[in-house]
């Protein structure tokens, strides 16, 4: 009886210790303060905002807010001053085509992004190639049954120009090849939000976006040169329209703006929201 009721107490001993030591944990992350602005890319705002609902559970004293405006602005917000962190989907701590490089912004690793060409669900293509493409969103194709569709006008709806969706898909998917501008047949929307609702509500549109936003049966994902926009073909090297995903900060991050980065960069996150959002956690890109 003595035996039993020793281990009982030790059980109970061991219980509270552990409840006090996540008690103790929280305690301690607790004690990290501030506000974080956060302004840039859409593709990124679904993890940006996960991310921050995660990190301010752990963190209450810490106040987050994020918008999306397209990458560009990102950069353009932490060189401003209005905003701690600039959501990018390039390093624009370099130069791009069309985009010089921000000098004193550090570039911060977040996740790799897919992205991919967009259909409305009932144009009947399941797979484009590289010229198929640059024929679309040139202006030069504009008929569905000349690339193995429907007999149905193509639409082209495209990002506005600052996005890094836009700056991806035309180096990677196009191969640099300009887009259409003008005509009845193009749309130009300025978010992923709004690319998605195009997609899904215009007959005959084709756009790209990136996989987060991809769902249901309205908006279609199409294989590129037969290879599907998948996390393992991005992984073994044989779809190529991806990037990295980056939080600009101006130099090297402190305070609470680097224990966020540091919280979206942890495995937990990696493997965990960021996997279910179907980003590609860095780690699994081999180097």
């Known amino acids: 009886m003595k035996t039993k009721w020793f281990r009982n107490l030790g059980l109970a001993v061991m219980a509270l210790s552990l409840t006090f030591g996540s008690v103790s944990?929280?305690?301690?992350?607790?004690?990290?303060?501030?506000?974080?602005?956060?302004?840039?890319?859409?593709?990124?705002?679904?993890?940006?905002?996960?991310?921050?609902?995660?990190?301010?559970?752990?963190?209450?004293?810490?106040?987050?807010?994020?918008?999306?405006?397209?990458?560009?602005t990102g950069p353009q917000s932490v060189r401003k001053g209005i905003a701690d962190i600039g959501a990018c989907d390039w390093d624009a701590s370099t130069s791009v085509p069309g985009f010089a490089a921000f000098s004193g912004q550090v570039a911060n690793k977040v996740a790799v992004i897919p992205f991919a060409a967009v259909t409305n669900g009932s144009v009947g293509v399941s797979s484009l190639s590289t010229s198929?493409?640059?024929?679309?969103?040139?202006?030069?194709?504009?008929?569905?049954?000349?690339?193995?569709?429907?007999?149905?006008?193509?639409?082209?709806?495209?990002?506005?120009?600052g996005s890094g969706t836009r700056v991806n898909f035309q180096l990677k998917a196009l191969n640099g090849t300009d887009f259409m501008t003008k005509g009845d047949n193009y749309k130009e929307v300025k978010s992923s939000g709004d690319m998605k609702t195009a997609i899904e509500t215009t007959p005959g549109a084709i756009g790209y976006i990136d996989l987060v936003y991809v769902s249901g049966s309205k908006m279609k994902a199409v294989s590129i040169n037969n290879v599907a926009p998948t996390e393992a073909n991005v992984i073994n090297?044989?779809?190529?329209?991806?990037?990295?995903?980056?939080y600009m900060t101006k130099g090297q991050p402190t305070g609470a703006v680097k224990a966020f980065i540091d919280y979206v960069q942890s495995s937990k996150f990696q493997n965990g929201s960021l996997k279910k959002l179907k980003f590609i956690p860095l780690a699994a890109m081999k180097k």
């Open 237 to 246: 090297g044989t779809y190529k329209v991806w990037s990295y995903g980056y």
């Open 132 to 161: 198929d493409l640059q024929g679309i969103f040139s202006g030069k194709i504009t008929n569905w049954k000349d690339v193995g569709g429907k007999d149905a006008k193509i639409v082209v709806v495209n990002r506005a120009f």
């Open 25 to 72: 944990a929280v305690s301690a992350s607790s004690k990290l303060s501030g506000r974080i602005v956060i302004n840039g890319s859409s593709a990124l705002l679904p993890l940006t905002l996960q991310a921050s609902n995660e990190f301010k559970k752990l963190n209450p004293k810490v106040k987050i807010s994020a918008s999306a405006a397209g990458s560009v």
